[in-house]
């Protein structure tokens, strides 16, 4: 990968991460739905500002994906995009003190090692 397609890479990967926190922290907002609130939580989506502002995040980070499949293969792009995961892991982790399992940090680094497999160059 070039430093162009690894820098559409890391916009790709960023704004997914980013766009999970705010969509999360939308949802707190909204609280859990049930079948009494399910309509009512549809129509508030677009009164909770992280939640407008999660979408237009994942939007631009499916415009640096399309743009990084213009340069590199399905085969690299899709699991080198699995980086997300990871660092969503991570996030949830460190900003909504969520529990990470040991099987969840095997599986973790599974996916880095299979990423870091995947779009290794000789």
């Known amino acids: 990968m070039s430093v162009q397609e690894f820098g559409l890479l890391f916009v790709a990967i960023l704004s997914s991460v980013v ?35 999660g979408l237009v995040v994942y939007a631009i980070g499916a415009i640096a994906y399309i743009l990084l499949l213009t340069r590199v293969s399905l085969s690299v792009a899709g699991p080198a995009i ?34 870091v497999l995947v779009i290794w160059q000789k």
């Open 19 to 53: 766009g999970q926190f705010l969509l999360k922290a939308g949802a707190l907002k909204l609280g859990a739905v049930n079948t009494e609130n399910a309509i009512g939580h549809v129509l508030g989506i677009i009164m909770v500002p992280e939640l407008l502002s």
């Open 82 to 115: 699995a980086l997300t995961y990871v660092f969503s892991v991570m996030l949830g982790h460190f900003v909504f003190r969520e529990a990470i399992s040991a099987e969840r940090l095997v599986g973790m680094g599974l996916i880095v090692c299979g990423v």
